[in-house]
Nanobody, 110 residues
Framework: VQLQASGGGLVQAGGSLRLSCAASGSIFRRNDMAWYRQAPGKQRDLVAT???????SYADSVEERFSLSRDSAKNTVYLLMNRLKPEDTGVYYCLARPYWGQGTQVTVSS
């Protein structure tokens, strides 16, 4: 398994969750890593990206609420999601091309 995602769950609107994506060392060191999400019946959309040097970018819909970080000791990226909204609900996938992690479900109740 190249990527292992975890951390989803059920949370009330306004709450927080942290997703983790653990990668093999070589992938972690070389690849941009990203999180995507897919709501029911919709396409998979980019949420956030982090480069090997730690530069981040975010979709407008999550800017200033979500924060992406890297832990080089653990070969893991973390997506901290604050002030969650019902529209953040979906299956979240991590990506380090060409590898996808398995999805993790995030459900935000109103």
């Amino acid at each position: 398994v190249q990527l292992q995602a975890s951390g989803g769950g059920l949370v009330q609107a306004g709450g927080s969750l942290r997703l983790s994506c653990a990668a093999s060392g070589s992938i972690f060191r070389r690849n941009d890593m990203a999180w995507y999400r897919q709501a029911p019946g919709k396409q998979r959309d980019l949420v956030a990206t982090i480069t090997p040097t730690g530069r981040t970018s975010y979709a407008d819909s999550v800017e200033e609420r979500f924060s992406l970080s890297r832990d080089s000791a653990k070969n893991t990226v973390y997506l901290l999601m604050n002030r969650l909204k019902p529209e953040d609900t979906g299956v979240y996938y991590c990506l380090a091309r060409p590898y996808w992690g398995q999805g993790t479900q995030v459900t935000v109740s109103s």
